[in-house]
């Protein structure tokens, strides 16, 4: 490989440059200091996303999604083994939103068989829209594909939805729709608990999201 110096102009070109394929992200026995996508960072990806993290350690939030960003296509986000992520879980993207208002087809998927999450899980977008559905799986058994089990601990609260009050804010617009199509959560706990594994949701579960609404 090789590094060149290039200029301001052509950095920033680069920088928020489209992709015109699939992404695919994993991470295994790795520790990220900062945030993990699955998408771009101001770069729309004209695909899908798909982000596997496996006993990795992620000191803020996960996004299956981009930073400001579209995915146009599906993603999927998948959480395995003795994983351990400080904050939140988004299906979709941050300030980003998955699929477009004309397809209106895109999935936003959530796979947890393994997980240490001290915030909330959501399968949608942080304030943005999922134009099509989202599905929430929790447990080995409610995930169709092979999977790594580990302890599953979750500190905050699962939602269906995205999120549409990031601040906190006692004003919100609670019309706010940021899953256009459906929502599907499955959670099933079965062999965690033959296996000595904890299967721990501390907080409530919402089919919807957080001052936000499906469509």
Do not use: W
């Not at 729309?44 to 939030?61: C, F, H």
């Not at 169709?144 to 004003?171: D, L, Q, R």
């Not at 729709?177 to 062999?191: A, F, L, P």
């Amino acid at each position: 490989s090789s590094l060149a110096l290039r200029s301001k102009k052509e950095l920033i070109e680069s920088f928020v440059a489209r992709i015109n394929t699939n992404t695919n992200v994993s991470l295994s026995n790795a520790t990220i200091g900062n945030n993990v996508y699955g998408g771009g960072n101001q770069a729309v990806t004209n695909g899908n996303a798909t982000t596997t993290l496996t006993n990795a350690n992620v000191t803020n939030s996960v996004y299956g999604g981009g930073n400001q960003a579209a995915v146009l296509g599906n993603t999927t986000l998948n959480i395995n083994g003795e994983t351990i992520i400080s904050k939140n879980v988004f299906g979709g993207g941050n300030h980003g939103p998955i699929g477009s208002s004309t397809t209106d087809n895109s999935k936003s998927i959530v796979n947890i068989a393994g997980a240490d999450i001290g915030g909330s899980v959501y399968g949608g977008c942080n304030t943005s829209v999922v134009y099509g559905t989202t599905e929430v799986n929790i447990g080995k058994n409610a995930i169709s594909t092979p999977t790594t089990i580990g302890h599953i601990k979750i500190a905050g609260t699962v939602f269906g939805g995205g999120e549409a009050n990031e601040s906190g804010s006692e004003t919100y617009d609670f019309s706010f729709i940021s899953v256009t199509k459906g929502i599907d959560i499955m959670i099933n706990g079965t062999e965690y608990e033959e296996n000595n594994l904890d299967f721990i949701l501390s907080g409530s579960i919402f089919a919807s999201g957080n001052a936000s609404s499906s469509a």
